[in-house]
């Protein structure tokens, strides 16, 4: 029996708790990055949908025939083909692992934003679920965010990856040496005077680089998350107009939607290929 002290949550309170991650500390994560705790649900989540592209990726490539392709052969072969063809356009050297690499960005980061489509109380009750009947949790503090890509740690690790990959081909394309000439001798020019300057240029270049690489795709997302938690509270309004209101605003934020989420994992896979590109180019 209730005691009579519980309520329904206000909407900052509804709101606070689906932005709140679960943690290996089990603690509410008040920094927006903190490098103390790990957000077990975008690390869970990224992985799961990282090995769904793998799976589907090689389920086409394992089913690919010669002869006339069915509907899901043709569809992996229009994006290989735009892949490739993005890469062959900004990076000019040799492509096996480049272009790879950034069909899987595409296709992991595409995944990652397509679970905004899911309804917002669906994954977490069905966690809060399972944390109550089977560890006795505390329903309210059972926290569960569905999103990697709306997590600024989980999209600046893949922009740190990607930075990885531009020091990895800096070295690999100009060798050792000629990189770090590169570093205290561009963009300004081989005077000594000039190398604290360009070096300082270059490290900011990197920075800045790297920063809104994940920044960008971080700040879409989660504002597409909160749209669709602010829509969510329409329907928990118990009347007919904020039923209807959240149907149909519902449906027309998701469908416009679906561009968001197609354009912004182009985008990071588009700026995973220039940055590997620019490290092929010699100043």
């Known amino acids: 029996m209730s005691s009579g002290t519980e309520h329904a949550p206000t909407a900052g309170e509804y709101i606070g708790h689906h932005l709140t991650h ?27 949908m990282g ?10 490539a394992r089913s690919a025939t010669s002869g006339v392709p069915g509907r899901f052969q043709a569809a992996v072969e229009i994006l290989v083909e735009m892949v490739e063809t993005q890469s ?14 950034a069909l899987t960005v595409f296709m992991w980061v595409l995944f990652m934003n397509a679970m905004d489509f ?55 394309i100009k060798g050792l040496g000629g990189w770090i000439h590169e570093l205290f001798t561009a963009p300004f020019g081989s005077h ?39 829509i969510a509270l329409l329907g928990s309004t118990a009347t007919i107009a904020g039923f209807l209101g959240h149907v149909v605003v519902g449906s027309i934020w ?19 290929l220039v940055y590997i590109g620019q490290a092929h180019e010699a100043h």
């Not at 062959?88 to 690499?101: L, Q, T």
Request: glycine letters at 6%; charged letters at 10%.
């Open 22 to 48: 679960l943690t290996s500390t089990g603690h509410k994560q008040t920094a927006v990055i903190d490098w103390s705790v790990i957000n077990l649900d975008t690390v869970f989540w990224s992985l799961a």
């Open 51 to 60: 090995f769904l592209g793998l799976f589907l990726l090689m389920r086409a």
């Open 88 to 101: 062959k356009a900004i990076v000019h050297g040799d492509r096996s692992f480049i272009a790879p690499v």
């Open 118 to 172: 899911l309804p917002v109380d669906l994954l977490p009750n069905i966690a809060t679920w399972i944390a109550v009947q089977f560890f006795g949790a505390d329903p309210h503090h059972v926290y569960q965010r569905v999103v990697p890509t709306a997590d600024l740690n989980g999209t600046l690790g893949m922009s740190i990856g990607v930075l990885l990959l531009c020091l990895y081909y800096n070295i690999k």
């Open 192 to 230: 000594p005077l000039l190398y604290p300057i360009n070096f300082a240029m270059q490290m900011i270049e990197f920075a800045a680089k790297t920063v809104s690489h994940g920044m960008r795709l971080f700040g879409n997302m989660y504002a597409g998350e909160l749209v669709f938690m602010l």
């Open 254 to 272: 998701a469908i416009f939607h679906i561009l968001i989420v197609v354009l912004q994992a182009f985008i990071f896979m588009m700026l995973t």
